[in-house]
């Protein structure tokens, strides 16, 4: 029996939105076990998939735009988490890419250079990773609404290696 486009179309949104929410829900831990990295790892891509499959049908085209930043970044984070480099400056670098792809700024960029900084920082490229602080730091500068500035602020300087690159 096919499925009628318009229940595939709500079922890739809430499959992405739940998967995307569950990822960040193992992160509240500080201790992992391997089967959660894994689980994490494999929410994030199924989210990122299930976003990327909406396209035309996405009801609010910024949001799907965004989506794809945002992606790349839960995935660089995970990966940072799992203390595995090349595939966290891998996501860090296409999250930024999709900022300029679509030209999103605001909290977006902002976010976008503070995983690829903590992804250098994991690649031990600390050169880079002061590069992207900064330019997250800068960049913060253009979020909008103050308590979304404010709370990326809280979580930039909580960056390996922030004070060092700011000051």
């Given at each position: 029996?096919?499925?009628?486009?318009?229940?595939?179309?709500?079922?890739?949104?809430?499959?992405?939105?739940?998967?995307?929410?569950?990822?960040?829900?193992?992160?509240?831990?500080?201790?992992?076990?391997?089967?959660?990295?894994?689980?994490?790892?494999?929410?994030?891509?199924?989210?990122?998939?299930?976003?990327?499959?909406?396209?035309?049908?996405?009801?609010?085209?910024?949001?799907?735009?965004?989506?794809?930043?945002?992606?790349?970044?839960?995935?660089?984070?995970v990966y940072y988490i799992a203390k595995r480099p090349e595939a966290a400056l891998y996501h860090a670098k296409k999250s930024v890419e999709y900022c300029d792809k679509y030209g999103l700024g605001d909290f977006m960029r902002a976010y976008a250079y503070e995983c690829l900084?903590?992804?250098?920082?994991?690649?031990?490229?600390?050169?880079?990773?002061?590069?992207?602080?900064?330019?997250?730091?800068?960049?913060?500068?253009?979020?909008?609404?103050?308590?979304?500035?404010?709370?990326?602020?809280?979580?930039?300087?909580?960056?390996?290696?922030?004070?060092?690159?700011?000051?």
């Open positions: 029996m096919p499925i009628d486009e318009k229940d595939l179309i709500e079922a890739q949104k809430q499959f992405a939105t739940s998967l995307y929410t569950k990822a960040w829900e193992y992160t509240d831990n500080e201790n992992f076990t391997d089967q959660e990295i894994e689980e994490m790892i494999n929410c994030c891509h199924a989210s990122a998939w299930h976003w990327s499959q909406l396209g035309d049908h996405a009801s609010n085209r910024e949001r799907w735009e965004q989506s794809f930043s945002i992606a790349h970044n839960q995935l660089a984070n900084a903590r992804a250098y920082h994991l690649n031990g490229d600390y050169d880079n990773r002061n590069k992207f602080l900064k330019l997250a730091d800068k960049a913060a500068e253009n979020i909008k609404v103050n308590s979304d500035r404010e709370f990326f602020m809280s979580e930039l300087r909580k960056s390996p290696g922030y004070s060092e690159a700011v000051s």
